[in-house]
């Protein structure tokens, strides 16, 4: 039998979910993995919680950290205040946010936004039947990628980021500048 895309997003956030549990336990970390060969990003245009689309094929020429997360995954919420900072710190200078939320409804996500401390400037795009994340083949929760400004995934991280580290802060900046 083929799983059908819900079965999928339900499987996938069942591993993000355990996942998200274990990394529950660890602090934040500073670093990002190098992507094999750097390869072209997929395609990715959602609408935002605003209302607003966004689409990664008009963003050539910035740099895009992408970020996959969800409401219930303790991780994702610990790093979120540091994309604040990050976002606030480097929108002007050549680089976007976009965080992706995997699955949730609209309703769901509003109440997290309300209740949540520094408010969130970013752009928060809605996946509510988990296309992006089996496209972009997240397994874990919070999945991080960067984007160059040539449209290739240059870095990846699965788990919580510091986004305010000195490497993942000098990795963009170097990116950035190119």
């Not at 529950?24 to 970390?29: D, I």
């Not at 976007?96 to 509003?110: M, T, Y």
């Not at 949540?116 to 083949?137: H, N, S, T």
């Amino acid at each position: 039998m083929i799983p059908t895309r819900r079965t999928a997003l339900l499987l996938g956030c069942l591993v993000a979910g355990i996942a998200s549990v274990q990394a529950a336990n660890h602090e934040l970390r500073g670093g990002f993995s190098v992507s094999y060969k750097n390869p072209a990003a997929p395609h990715l245009r959602l609408q935002s919680f605003d209302g607003r689309e966004y689409d990664l094929s008009a963003m050539k020429g910035r740099v895009v950290v992408i970020n996959f997360w969800a409401t219930w995954c303790p991780p994702c919420i610990e790093e979120m205040p540091t994309i604040q900072n990050l976002w606030a710190d480097t929108h002007d200078s050549g680089l976007e946010v976009l965080a992706v939320n995997v699955g949730e409804s609209v309703d769901v996500i509003r109440a997290f936004l309300d209740d949540f401390e520094p408010k969130l400037e970013f752009p928060i795009l809605l996946d509510p039947d988990g296309e992006a994340f089996q496209i972009w083949r997240v397994r874990g929760l919070p999945k991080t990628i960067v984007v160059n400004k040539h449209g290739n995934i240059i870095y990846e991280a699965e788990g919580g980021r510091d986004m305010n580290s000195e490497h993942i802060r000098g990795r963009l900046q170097i990116l950035i500048d190119e």
